[in-house]
């Protein structure tokens, strides 16, 4: 699996995507899909300017790992719903207040072909209902999961894991943003 580190090297970098597109002509679309890690490649001119502009190495901006991610997958086993609010417009609606899930990772060329998960949305605020913290468990000793998973890997896995949580509250509950997360492990640590 090759995982780009663009949007790491921005943040650090304190670089814009449009600045980005200004300075290298690089069109949005593919910046956009190596800033979120959902490209299919990247053309070696693409790379090149991108190396240069940065100031950096081909290998600072795309990481390789053997570990492949098959499929992550994401069930919501049950929700708690307040009564109805009333929000600042007066538009009445039913609220969730929690929602529970369980969900697994599929891996390829790791010890374990399986990474079990489980947790809750918690709704943050009445007054912005798409507001939750995120708790979520993974059921693997962390000493475990920091031995066979490196940093960048776990990074990428847990962006690709929150995506799948959230894409799959949406389609049974609507749309919900992220405003903390917490995580635990099956040693608790």
């Not at 670089?15 to 890690?37: E, F, H, M």
Request: aromatic share 14%; with cysteine; hydrophobic share 35%.
């Amino acid at each position: 699996m090759i995982i780009s580190n663009l949007s790491e090297i921005l943040g650090k970098k304190r670089i814009k995507i449009a600045q980005v597109i200004k300075d290298t002509g690089i069109s949005r679309p593919t910046l956009t899909s190596l800033y979120y890690n959902n490209g299919s490649g990247i053309n070696f001119d693409t790379l090149s300017k991108l190396c240069k502009y940065l100031d950096v190495k081909p290998n600072d901006i795309l990481y390789y790992s053997e570990i492949d991610i098959v499929d992550i997958s994401v069930k919501f086993d049950f929700f708690t719903v307040s009564d109805e609010t009333i929000d600042d417009q007066g538009n009445s609606a039913e609220v969730v207040d929690d929602a529970y899930f369980t969900g697994n990772v599929k891996f390829e060329n790791l010890d374990f072909n399986e990474l079990t998960f489980e947790g809750s949305l918690k709704q943050d605020s009445y007054k912005n209902k798409e507001a939750f913290s995120l708790y979520l468990k993974l059921n693997i000793p962390k000493d475990t999961y920091n031995l066979f998973i490196d940093d960048t890997v776990q990074t990428y896995l847990e962006e690709r894991m929150i995506d799948s949580i959230l894409n799959a509250f949406d389609a049974e509950y609507g749309y919900a943003e992220i405003s903390s997360i917490s995580y635990s492990y099956l040693d608790n640590k």
